[in-house]
């Protein structure tokens, strides 16, 4: 085992992004062409087998602002209202990661929600997160 993936973190769920800071997210996929798409960075990378793809973007608002933001709220209630007919669930503003290509019967499922957050809020959510070595220790895979 690579001693140095020992601090990584590893998680499921929610992806958290630093507001400010660049990324660069490098893709591959396994089995059939993939669209990883940021909407609301209008950001989008095809994602295809035995290719490595890349995209870079900055994060400039907390989702604690973009929530703020009286365009987003408008938005947000005209969505909402179609929803409320259609006898749906109500959807709050925030950031998502989905796939952008019909890729097979799971796609729709091919989404996580993104949190911008400043600096300090990271540090707090990333000091409560397991680095892999803990996940290993208390796992069966020992």
């Known amino acids: 085992m690579n001693s140095r993936v020992y601090d990584d ?33 209008r950001a989008q ?17 907390t989702t604690k602002d973009f929530k703020k933001d009286p365009e987003i709220i408008a938005k947000y209630e005209l969505i909402n209202k179609k929803r409320e007919k259609e006898g749906r669930p109500a959807v709050e503003p925030g950031y998502i990661l989905l796939c952008n290509k019909i890729c097979g019967t799971a796609h729709s499922n091919m989404w996580i929600k993104v949190i911008v957050e400043t600096q300090e809020e990271y540090d707090a959510w990333i000091a409560e997160q397991k680095t892999f070595e803990q996940q290993l220790q208390e796992s069966d895979l020992k």
């Open 9 to 41: 973190v590893v998680v499921k769920g929610d992806m958290h992004l630093v507001v400010g800071q660049p990324y660069e997210f490098q893709f591959k996929a396994q089995d059939v062409i993939h669209s990883a798409y940021f909407p609301h960075f």
């Open 45 to 61: 990378m095809n994602c295809v087998p035995g290719m490595a793809t890349q995209m870079k973007l900055t994060p400039t608002m």
